[in-house]
């Protein structure tokens, strides 16, 4: 049982470099979610999917895009790298049903943009 | 909207004594859900526990109890006999169900360092 698998666990990008985050789950969860973390503070959201095809912005979408053409996979991609994205990204995903049945996390992707 | 609020940045504290954790939440919803979760230095979450807004019971599990008060707004986490395993950063977070544009996204709290010293 793999739960949310998250690619790669590290990269080092140089600015306006472009890249992405892969994020796929086997839970056949419908709900999806794209967090970062900047040091010293907690997780802020930045993209979510309640199923293929459909996605929507959380509290931080700038320099980031998504897209969710199957159930499982949720990649987040970065167009132009900043500096100011360097962070630890969280993938989540969780069932249809509710917060009751709790969120599952991927065990994240450290990027430094240089 | 709804916001989480770790005020402790860092705890440290010596081996054996017990610590709490304070987290206060604002949410405009009667029903949310509010989880904790454990951050050890080699960075995944852990999940530690959820409650829903109905069920003000606290909880014992070993060493880690909860206090849940909606009088306060607080969700406060005990760590008793406390032990250099237990050195993480813990996250509190709260999820909305009727708000959030159907999103229920996890709101996340700052965080609170734990360093438990030997």
């Known amino acids: 049982n793999a739960g949310v698998t998250q690619t790669p666990k590290f990269r080092i990008l140089k600015i306006g470099q472009s890249m992405t985050l892969q994020c796929t789950q086997d839970m056949n969860h419908n709900y999806m979610y794209w967090y970062r973390q900047d040091p010293g503070m907690g997780l802020k959201l930045i993209y979510y999917s309640v199923g293929a095809g459909i996605t929507d912005k959380g509290e931080v979408p700038n320099g980031y895009n998504v897209s969710r053409s199957t159930t499982e996979d949720f990649p987040l991609r970065l167009e132009l790298a900043a500096p100011s994205q360097t962070s630890v990204y969280f993938c989540?995903?969780?069932?249809?049903?509710?917060?009751?049945?709790?969120?599952?996390f991927g065990s994240g992707t450290r990027l430094t943009v240089v | 909207a709804q916001k989480v609020t770790q005020a402790q940045t860092e705890i440290s504290v010596v081996e054996k004594e017990d610590v709490t954790l304070d987290c206060v939440y604002e949410?405009?919803?009667?029903?949310?859900?509010l989880f904790w979760y454990k951050q050890p230095p080699s960075g995944e979450l852990v999940f530690l526990i959820r409650r829903n807004s109905f069920d003000e019971q606290n909880e014992i599990s070993g060493r880690y109890s909860w206090n849940f008060q909606k009088s306060t707004s607080s969700f406060n986490f005990t760590i008793t006999a406390s032990q250099v395993v237990d050195s993480a950063v813990y996250f509190c977070?709260?999820?909305?169900?009727?708000?959030?544009?159907?999103?229920?996204?996890?709101?996340f709290g700052k965080g609170t360092k734990l360093s438990v010293i030997p």
């Open positions: 949410t405009r919803d009667t029903t949310y859900y």
């Open positions: 989540a995903s969780r069932p249809e049903q509710g917060p009751i049945y709790g969120y599952t």
């Open positions: 977070a709260l999820s909305e169900v009727y708000s959030g544009a159907g999103s229920y996204q996890l709101t």
